[in-house]
T-cell receptor
Framework: EDQVTQSPEALRLQEGESSSLNCSYT??????LFWYRQDPGKGPEFLFT???AGEEKEKERLKATLTKKESFLHITAPKPEDSATYLC????????????FGKGTLLTVNP | DGGITQSPKYLFRKEGQNVTLSCEQN?????MYWYRQDPGQGLRLIYY???????QKGDIAEGYSVSREKKESFPLTVTSAQKNPTAFYLC????????????FGEGSRLTVL
């Protein structure tokens, strides 16, 4: 069974204080790893897809990286508007249509 | 603007009542999904549909039903058989049927009184 573990559960940063969120996964055959951002009371918003170890994707202050066992979401010089829950999900070879989601990391950036 | 519209945003139901959550998309996506989100848990898949008139159960389909009569619409009925229906329900769609890059609606919060 696919498993996704995100850490930490919650992270509080000061504005400008860079850090990383972790997503560890166990899958039978990775077809893709996905990062989403979710604001309170809203639906998740797609950020990145990573397919193979060594791949990196960037968007503004966010950079996602992938190894064979985990993915990191690096946040450089965060701003208060980056505060949200960040979700990681994997799509394995076991099912084409199902994502397994982690529980998320709640990021709070204080001004 | 293209997107996914869920309604209602908030819904209250008495025990023993069925309720239907609406999900409409104008993205011309073939695949649509229903997820349930509970505090402290990851999103869990209820049902998904790859094409019109076809749908499959996800991990937690018991107590739920769906239909896919039109490409744009994928309503979810929460029946009285669902033992713990209070949750945040999310509808999503994807251009490809691999469940990856999902576009989500704003969600519907169901509370059973």
């Amino acid at each position: 069974e696919d498993q996704v573990t995100q850490s930490p559960e919650a992270l509080r940063l000061q504005e400008g204080e860079s850090s990383s969120l972790n997503c560890s996964y166990t899958v039978s055959g990775l077809r893709g790893l996905f990062w989403y951002r979710q604001d309170p009371g809203k639906g998740p918003e797609f950020l990145f897809t990573l397919y193979s170890a060594g791949e990196e994707k960037e968007k503004e202050r966010l950079k996602a990286t992938l190894t064979k066992k985990e993915s990191f979401l690096h946040i450089t010089a965060p701003k208060p508007e980056d505060s949200a829950t960040y979700l990681c999900a994997v799509n394995s070879g076991g099912s084409n249509y199902k994502l397994t989601f982690g529980k998320g990391t709640l990021l709070t950036v204080n001004p | 603007d293209g997107g996914i519209t869920q309604s209602p945003k908030y819904l209250f139901r008495k025990e023993g009542q069925n309720v239907t959550l609406s999900c409409e998309q104008n993205l011309n996506h073939d695949a649509m999904y229903w997820y349930r989100q509970d505090p402290g848990q990851g999103l869990r898949l209820i049902y998904y549909s790859q094409i019109v008139n076809d749908f499959q159960k996800g991990d937690i389909a018991e107590g739920y039903s769906v239909s896919r009569e039109k490409k744009e619409s994928f309503p979810l009925t929460v029946t009285s058989a669902q033992k713990n229906p209070t949750a945040f329900y999310l509808c999503a769609s994807s251009q490809r049927g691999d469940g990856g890059e999902l576009f989500f609606g704003e969600g519907s919060r169901l509370t059973v009184l």
